[in-house]
C-alpha cells in the first residue's frame, strides 16, 4: 500500500512558478513509477508528467514540455513537479499517482493516488 499527500497548489500570476511535492508513505517508494495528472471541471483526468523509479527517464505532455520538469528524492520519499512560465490553461486540479515498475500514460494503469492540490492561474 501507498498513500500520497500532494502539497504546493495556490493561485499565481500567468508567467509565475508553483513547485507541488507528493510525499508517499511506504518502504519501496524506490520501486514505483510515479506520474502527474490534471484534471478540470467536465473534463477527463489527463496525464502531465511521468518518472520512473530512478528518475533517469520521464515524459511529458506536449503544453507543459521546456515549462514542467518532473524529479524525484528516493530518500525523501517525494516526488516533485516544478512548474514555470504558467499559464491559464494551466489551471487544474492537480494530482500524484503511483503505479509500480514500468511507466504508463494513462489514468486507468495507477493504482494509487493523492486528494489533489488547486492550481489557479490568474491572466
Known amino acids: 500500500q501507498v498513500q500520497l499527500v500532494e502539497s504546493g497548489g495556490g493561485l499565481v500570476q500567468a508567467g509565475g512558478s508553483l513547485r507541488l511535492s507528493c510525499a508517499a508513505s511506504?518502504?519501496?517508494?524506490?520501486?514505483?513509477?510515479m506520474g502527474w495528472f490534471r484534471q478540470t471541471p467536465g473534463k477527463e483526468r489527463e496525464f502531465v508528467a511521468v518518472?520512473?523509479?530512478?528518475?533517469?527517464?520521464?515524459y511529458y505532455v506536449d503544453s507543459v514540455k521546456g515549462r514542467f520538469t518532473i524529479s524525484r528524492d528516493n530518500a525523501k520519499n517525494t516526488v516533485y513537479l516544478q512548474m514555470n512560465s504558467l499559464k491559464p490553461e494551466d489551471t487544474a486540479v492537480y494530482y500524484c499517482?503511483?503505479?509500480?515498475?514500468?511507466?504508463?500514460?494513462?489514468?486507468?494503469?495507477?493504482?494509487?493516488w493523492g486528494q489533489g492540490t488547486q492550481v489557479t492561474v490568474s491572466s
Open positions: 511506504g518502504r519501496t517508494f524506490s520501486t514505483y513509477v
Open positions: 499517482a503511483a503505479r509500480e515498475y514500468v511507466i504508463k500514460f494513462m489514468p486507468s494503469e495507477y493504482n494509487y
Open positions: 518518472i520512473n523509479w530512478s528518475g533517469g527517464t520521464t
